[in-house]
């Protein structure tokens, strides 16, 4: 569609979902149904889940996503997870700045920067989460917002290395709610992230960074979602769980771009 060259990335965020039994069954069930896509396809998993993740789709095209990693290569940080040991795993991609970990984990714009440069720093692909509130929204700050979690996550992020980056855009608003933005609004804020990278770097890399829609993205709406031209894919909560609504969306996204 619009001639873009972008390929669609349809990504589910399992958050803290399924137990290794669970995955196991997920991509039995999920692969069975389907193995080659004409989209991208990748799935956040819990950091327990990411082995078996690995092993199940090996054979396959799906790729597989950390939820987070730390800032710092080692040390007492009790808890938490490097991005070196998310590669020695295999693991290839990190989802960083979900707002889930910046409302009940205290992660700020600048924790966002200092992981993800740790992540690119180790060859990790990152998915960087950036949303406003229904407060902001309602203020007509949303742009100021948006703005200004863009620049501070890539700050010192070189032209080279934007390269392994995506941009989700996830108004928290519509986050687990059912109530998604409306097409016009997803793709008012995707065009100007786009924007802003354009500024930051130049045309020929905004035109190439893949900015996903997430918050309620479900079949039933995801085809107007998907249509419009600056968002490139999903970042997918709740329908990501069930093989079959998943892959209704991969559909759908297969059919547009
Ligand atoms: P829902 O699709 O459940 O609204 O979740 C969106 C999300 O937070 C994906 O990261």
Redesign the pocket.
Known sequence: MQGTKRRFLIAG?WKMNKTLKETEEFFDMFMSFKKDFGVDVLFCVPFTDLKTALEKTKDSKIKIAAQNCHFEEKGAFTGEISANMLKELGCRYVLLG?SERRQYFNETDLTVNLRLKAALKEGLKAIV?VGETLEQRKDNITDEVIAIQIKTALKDVSKAEIDGVVIAY?PIW???TGENATKEQAEDVCKKIRKEIEKLYDSEVAQKTLILY????KPANCEELLKEEDIDGG?????SLKSEEFLKIVDVAEKIR
């Open positions: 965020n979900h989460c996830e519509a986050i687990g997430g918050g309620s993205m970042l997918i909560g709740g329908a």
